[in-house]
């Protein structure tokens, strides 16, 4: 089964500052979905990742999956108390079908006033 | 439209106790799926339906785990005599397609079992 590692599991930031998130695969990763949970609440979907060396951005995240498709970053810049949750790294175990996301642990992510 | 709703929120649960949930998907979605998360982990796949057809139930942990989508929108998981272990937040997700769709995510129903 395809495993996914993130690290690291909790981080604590303050407001401003930037962080990266990683989620590595031990095999290649055909579709990389980057989620945010809100204790006590549903995922949200942030973006979707499928091809190599891809970049996506939204707002202040930002997530890239390497050339070769087996880890993702999500980078979070000039962070904010919203952007506090955990981050959950999910994906596609069906080779280029969605469908059975297997998901990381996720990253608790705290930001300070 | 509205996103997936899930009922109920919260559920406690006696052991031996059979429980009921709920999940609506977002309307027209072909695809709904159910995860199971337990506290610190990420979300596990249990079942998977296309339409009103269960296409994939390998992550049902036990045969007291059962799904059905008899119309091919609204879902019940059905979870027979509860256990301690199966305390956790029981999550639907919903796409839209066959392939390659975001899943799009319910709030959960947490379940605790006593």
């Known amino acids: 089964s395809q495993e996914l590692e993130q690290s690291p599991q909790s981080l604590i930031v303050q407001e401003g500052k930037n962080l990266t998130i990683n989620c590595t695969s031990s095999k290649t990763l055909y579709g990389l979905y980057w989620y945010k949970q809100k204790y006590g609440e549903g995922l949200i979907f942030l973006m979707m990742l499928q091809k190599g060396g891809e970049e996506k951005s939204h707002e202040k995240i930002t997530a890239k999956l390497d050339e070769k498709k087996q880890q993702s970053s999500l980078h979070i810049t000039a962070s904010q108390p919203s952007h506090a949750g955990i981050y959950l790294c999910g994906a596609d175990t069906w080779g280029g079908s969605n469908y059975k996301l297997t998901f990381g642990k996720g990253t608790l992510l705290t930001v300070n006033p | 439209g509205a996103g997936v709703s899930q009922s109920p929120r919260y559920k406690v649960a006696k052991r031996g106790q059979d429980v009921a949930l709920r999940c609506d998907p977002i309307s027209g979605h072909v695809s709904l799926f159910w995860y199971q998360q337990a506290l610190g982990q990420g979300p596990e796949f249990l079942t998977y339906f296309q339409n009103e057809a269960q296409l994939d139930k390998s992550g049902l942990p036990s045969d007291r785990f059962f799904a059905e989508r008899p119309e091919g929108s609204v879902s019940t998981l059905k979870i027979q005599r509860t256990q301690q272990e199966d305390s956790a937040v029981y999550l639907c997700?919903?796409?839209?397609?066959?392939?390659?769709?975001?899943?799009?995510f319910g709030p959960g129903t947490r379940l605790l079992v006593l």
């Open positions: 997700a919903s796409s839209p397609g066959l392939a390659e769709e975001t899943q799009y």
